[in-house]
C-alpha cells in the first residue's frame, strides 16, 4: 500500500502551473493577486531607477552651468522661468522671485531674502513629492504581500484537510498536492514582498540624497543672493 502511494504521488504534476490550476478559487485569486502586485513593484523599481538616474545626470549639468562663471541672470534667461530639470527649477524659482523683488527704481523690496528662500523651498517639496511618487505603494506591497501569502495558504491547508475529511485518507497522494499548492501562496507573497522591501530602502535613500543636494544648492544660492543684498 505505501509503495502504491508513493508511486502516486510521484506521478503528480507539482510544477507551480500545475499547482496553481489544481487550487481553489480562493487561492487563485490570491495568488493572480500577488503575481499582479510582484509586477507593479517591478514597474515602479525600474521607473524610479531611471527616474533617478535623470535626476542626477541632470543635477550635475546644472552644476557645472551653474558655477561656470556665467552671469545668474544670463543663465536664468536660457533657461527660462520653467525649465524642464528639476535642479533648474529650484533655481528658476529663486530668480524668478529675486526679479520680482526688485522696484522700478532698481532697489528691493523689504523681505526680499525670505521670500526667495520660501520660494526655493516649495520648489524643492514639489520636487521631492514627485519623486517620492510610488515609493508608498512599494512601502504597501513590501508589508502586506506576506499576509496576503498567508492568508492563501491558510485558506489552502484548510481546503487540503476538507478533502482528506471527505475521502477519509491520509496518505501523501492525498495530502501533498493540497499542502504544496497552500505553500504556493506563501511563496508568491514573498517573492513580492522582499524586492519590494529592498528596492523601497534604496529608493528611499537615493530620494533623500538628491532631495539633499537641491537643499544644499538652495542654502548656496541664498547665500550669494544674500552677499549681493547687503551690496
Known amino acids: 500500500m505505501e509503495t502504491e502511494t508513493l508511486a502516486a504521488a510521484a506521478e503528480m504534476d507539482f ?3 500545475a499547482l496553481f490550476a489544481r487550487a481553489s478559487l480562493t487561492v487563485k485569486l490570491v495568488m493572480l493577486i500577488l503575481i499582479a502586485a510582484s509586477v507593479w513593484s ?14 542626477r545626470s541632470e543635477a550635475a549639468q546644472f552644476d557645472a552651468a551653474f558655477w561656470s562663471g556665467e552671469p545668474l541672470d544670463d543663465l536664468y534667461r536660457k533657461m527660462g522661468p520653467e525649465p524642464d530639470g528639476r535642479a ?20 528691493m523690496i523689504p523681505g526680499a531674502q525670505s521670500r526667495i528662500e520660501r520660494s526655493m523651498d516649495v520648489a ?19 508589508s502586506t504581500a506576506p499576509f496576503i501569502g498567508l492568508f492563501g495558504t ?6 487540503a484537510f476538507i478533502d482528506i475529511a471527505e475521502s477519509q485518507s ?4 492525498v495530502v501533498a498536492p493540497g499542502i504544496a499548492e497552500a505553500l504556493l501562496a506563501t511563496g508568491l507573497g514573498l517573492l513580492a514582498a522582499i524586492p519590494a522591501v529592498i528596492f523601497y530602502n534604496k529608493l528611499t535613500a537615493d530620494q533623500g540624497r538628491i532631495v539633499g543636494g537641491y537643499e544644499s544648492f538652495s ?13
Open 15 to 17: 510544477s507551480m502551473l
Open 42 to 55: 517591478w514597474a515602479i523599481i525600474i521607473r524610479k531607477h531611471i527616474t533617478f538616474r535623470n535626476a
Open 88 to 107: 533648474a527649477s529650484v533655481f528658476a524659482a529663486g530668480m524668478t522671485e529675486w526679479q520680482r523683488s526688485h522696484r522700478d527704481d532698481g532697489a
Open 124 to 142: 524643492i517639496n514639489r520636487e521631492a513629492d514627485d519623486l517620492e511618487k510610488g515609493l508608498p505603494i512599494l512601502a504597501t506591497i513590501g
Open 154 to 159: 491558510v485558506w489552502g491547508i484548510m481546503v
Open 170 to 173: 491520509t496518505n501523501l497522494a
Open 219 to 231: 542654502d548656496e544660492f541664498s547665500t550669494i543672493l544674500s552677499r549681493q543684498l547687503d551690496a
